[in-house]
């Protein structure tokens, strides 16, 4: 049986060397048969000199030109994108009631100072209440729905959360 798989191997071999052969010959014969004196009739882009040539331009223009176009617009829309992000969430000024309770809650609790914001929906606080306290610190107190307080925070913002020294945000 040895010599059956050994004839098996050596035709298969035999094969593999004719077509490695025959594709290298094929392979090197256009550019043998390009081996000849140029001639502007040879040139690959010979009827690109025509008018065929000038739609073939406008063609890589309009081309280019729409690529280009939407390169911008997805620049344009990730950087909004962005700019939405950085700008903040949803928060808007109290208003109202909800404004006088907020305030009274938050001076309650911090014992006094001046109301410099307030705003809906911050760090996951109901309601946000910036204080300026008698020695100069800017504290951020956070409410639940219900005035209450669930956080204190000193804060380095100005009002409307102009960045202040030493603000990392």
Known sequence: MSGVGEEKESRMRDWITALSLLTTALIAAPAMAQERPW???MHPGWWMWGAGGMVMVLMMLVFWGLV????VLVVGAVSTGFAIAAAGGDEQPLTGSDLEQAKAAALAHTGGGTVTE???GDDGAAYSVEVRLADGTQVEVNLDGNFDVIGQATDDDG??????PGDDD
């Open 39 to 41: 001639e502007w009739g």
């Open 68 to 71: 280009i176009a939407a390169l």
């Open 118 to 120: 307030t705003e809906t």
């Open 159 to 164: 009002p409307g959360d102009q960045e202040g």
